[in-house]
């Protein structure tokens, strides 16, 4: 399986709603990260999971909650988002070799509607 | 800090033309050097990866080179296709390899 998979593809959402994004892979990678990436623009880095711990947090927002509750799964939370919020949020994860992470491997992403 | 530079799209080819789309970094140490491919509605997808100095990273007909002495990261391809019309991220990764630093991307639009 070399895949990383995230759910739901789409999301349309109030801004006083609670959801989550879900992703995962089964590569056995140790880091896991979430991007954001507004459109025509590069990926913007979120956070950064490395052996299931928060190592790189990028100043965003506490409406946006991260957590990986094991080394295949990583959530995002979201709480009272703006619709400035809205993007394609991706899911990535890369592997170890000789000490150092490698490249990322993405998921397809969910495009996120904030309304 | 690390940072990644490459030509401003859009580039407009007709099929079977010579690509090249221009990627430059700055960063500290020996970087991993990387081309992301993005087409509509889709996540990244990893093209071809050079890890040092001088290595040659190919795939699909696309090659990129990494040249230390110009800080350089060029992709190439012979000849495209209409099924090549994407985006394209240049990126590298640190030494420490914490997380990808990309470029702002270069569309690129093939007619046939």
């Known amino acids: 399986d070399t895949e990383v998979t995230q759910t739901p593809k789409h999301l349309v959402m109030g801004m006083t709603n609670k959801k989550s994004l879900k992703c995962e892979q089964h590569?056995?990678?140790?880091?896991m990260y979430w991007y954001k990436q507004k459109a025509k623009k590069p990926p913007e880095l979120m956070f950064v999971?490395?052996?299931?711990?928060?190592?790189i947090n990028e100043s965003v927002p506490s409406r946006f909650s991260p957590e990986c509750p094991n080394s295949s799964l990583l959530n995002l939370h979201l709480h009272a988002l703006q619709p400035e919020d809205s993007a394609l949020y991706l899911c990535a994860s890369s592997y170890l070799d000789r000490g150092r992470y490698t490249e990322a491997f993405f998921g397809q992403g969910t495009r996120l509607t904030v309304v | 800090g690390d940072s990644v530079t490459q030509m401003e799209g859009p580039v407009t080819l007709s099929e079977e033309a010579f690509l090249t789309i221009n990627c430059t970094y700055t960063?500290?140490?020996?970087?991993?050097l990387f081309w992301y491919v993005q087409y509509p509605g889709e996540g990244l997808q990893l093209l071809l990866k050079?890890?040092?100095?001088?290595d040659k990273g190919s795939n699909k007909g696309f090659e990129a080179t990494y040249r230390k002495e110009t800080t350089s990261f060029h992709l190439e391809k012979g000849s495209v296709q209409v099924s090549d019309s994407a985006v394209y991220f240049c990126a590298l990764s640190d030494q420490a390899g914490t997380a990808l630093i990309f470029g702002k991307g270069t569309t690129l639009s093939v007619s046939s």
């Open positions: 960063a500290t140490g020996y970087p991993s």
């Open positions: 590569m056995g990678h140790r880091a």
């Open positions: 050079a890890t040092k100095a001088d």
């Open positions: 999971y490395s052996y299931e711990k928060l190592s």
